[in-house]
């Protein structure tokens, strides 16, 4: 099983990324997909969250109306596209996969956890 997180990077705040999750070595297309980030000395916290058909999304207060996740079951791949980004998006993202019934926002019901992508928000 692997979860490869990438496109993050330094970006100015107001700015954009658009983070990619590629998948393999299970069936991706039967799992939820979320993403979570941990800022330095902060705990891991849940930031979007997308059914395994993608009919149905979540998102953290935080973040809502500026990130916008997605996913293409075809290639595997679940995405994370940040707008209007501000310095205390700053953090390590990660994508994870999860097939439990678990509250969905709770990193506890993910079964699978990418590398994570480092994300920086500075002028």
């Known amino acids: 099983v692997q979860l490869q997180a990438s496109g993050g990077g330094l970006v100015q705040p107001g700015g954009s990324l658009r983070l990619s999750c590629a998948a393999s070595?299970?069936?991706?297309?039967?799992?939820?997909m979320g993403w979570f980030r941990q800022a330095p000395g902060k705990e891991r916290e849940f930031v979007a969250t997308i059914t395994w058909g993608g009919g149905s999304t979540l998102y953290a207060d935080s973040v809502r109306g500026r990130f916008t996740i997605s996913r293409d079951n075809a290639k595997n791949t679940v995405y994370l596209e940040m707008n209007s980004l501000k310095p205390e998006d700053t953090a390590v993202y990660y994508c994870?996969?999860?097939?439990?019934?678990?509250?969905?926002?709770?990193?506890?019901?993910?079964?699978?956890w990418g590398q994570g992508t480092q994300v920086t928000v500075s002028s």
């Open positions: 070595g299970f069936a991706f297309s039967n799992y939820r």
């Open positions: 994870a996969a999860s097939n439990s019934a678990m509250v969905p926002t709770a990193s506890s019901g993910y079964k699978y």
